[in-house]
């Protein structure tokens, strides 16, 4: 066992660290206040390679690893957790479901774009009537000719609108439950393809989050994902990839509240010494510190075991898991740190603290995480 870094590694965290202090860092309270996401960022992350890590270099990929995949979510969720939700949706729940289950045409067609950052992907599975229990899907895709016919809307969409290629999930046989689902892929412009409502959220708000709606869009078959029947394993697939990526997107909040609250502490002066010199604080200080170094571990083992091609879904889930939890106490101790001052948007913890929140909610909220953990312990 070592906990060591390799040197690509560290190359990626150093990029990604340099990257996310020069150009995510500075616009990010404006964004966050103006509810706007930035294309030109995602851009500019497709650009420095982020959207292609661990994509093979034929699909125009880095043939890197997923630790550094998410070394890189981490810096950018410390700098503006709203943007790395853009960069992990694409990738993690667009673009790795279809190198995962596409055919060889859908990967040249829609992968090779996704991952060279010059397309942005988005994921439809959730709807108003269905969040945690995924299976009870109402879209619906209607086979016709070398067609389907897709009807329906998906709720709470990551990118939804500003995103140019969709992974979304329509029951094709209603009479078989879970095993009626399958996976579309989509595209921004088919014809009865449009946008709902947008979100106004209470954090993330550097991300775009949209309704998907449906009117008889016309998908050819060519477009099904994966086999007829197999959605709900390429969603769960697909997911358990996508929680260590909200597992490190976590972890960057919780680092990024940590930093902040040290070098607070050191420098508030309260009753002619820093406050950090009361053990109340430094205690604060030493449980914050161990849950965000305990997240990082279970986080990168997860990323380890995928990359590895060992079963991960258990890992994956603790990790997200935890680290959401963590990331929600460690902003909120923040806060707490900064006192008044924490409260005001005058310092990012309360920001951090806002965006926190949904890590323990999307990608299946921590009751969910637990129930795929405990279900793998009793199986
Ligand atoms: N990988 C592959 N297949 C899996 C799987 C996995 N991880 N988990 C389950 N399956 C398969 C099972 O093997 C089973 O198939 P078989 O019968 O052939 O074995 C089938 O799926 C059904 O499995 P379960 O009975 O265990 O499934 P369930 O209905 O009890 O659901 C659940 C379990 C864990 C609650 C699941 O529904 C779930 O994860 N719900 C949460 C959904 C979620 O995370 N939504 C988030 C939306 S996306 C989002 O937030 C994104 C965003 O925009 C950023």
Known sequence: MQFELNEEQKI???????????????GAAERDEKSQTSRAL???????????????????????????????????????????????????????????????????????????GRTMGAFGLTEANAGTD??????????????????????????????????????????????????????????????GKEEHKMGIRSSQTLELIFQDIKVPAANLLGKEGEGFKVAMATLDGGRIGIAAQALGIAQAALDHAVKYAKERVQFGKPIAANQAIAFMLADMATKVDAARLL?????????????????????????GDAAMSVTTDAVQIFGGYGYSKEYPVERLMRDAKITQIYEGTNQVQRMVVSSALLR
């Open 12 to 26: 990626m965290q150093k990029m990604a660290r340099e990257f996310a202090e020069k150009e995510v860092a500075p």
């Open 42 to 116: 995602y851009n500019a992350m497709g650009e420095m390679g982020f959207t292609g890590i661990c994509f093979p270099e034929k699909y125009g990929g880095a043939d890197g690893d997923y630790i550094s995949y998410m070394l890189v979510l981490e810096e950018i969720a410390k700098a503006d957790s709203g943007m790395n939700t853009v960069l992990s949706a694409s990738v993690s729940l667009c673009a790795w479901p279809i190198y995962a289950f596409g055919t060889e045409e859908q990967k040249q067609k829609y992968l090779v774009p996704l991952v060279e």
């Open 134 to 195: 995924a299976a009870s899907q109402q879209t619906v895709a209607v086979r016709d000719g070398d067609n389907y016919i897709i009807n329906g809307s998906k709720l709470f969409i990551t990118n939804g609108g500003e995103a140019e290629t969709y992974v979304i999930f329509a029951m094709t046989d209603k009479t078989k439950g879970v095993k009626g689902i399958s996976a579309f892929i989509l595209e921004k412009g088919m014809h009865g393809f449009s946008f």
């Open 299 to 323: 986080t990168y083992r997860a990323a380890y075991l995928k990359q590895a091609g060992l079963p991960y879904s258990k890992e994956s889930a603790m990790a997200k898991m935890y680290a």
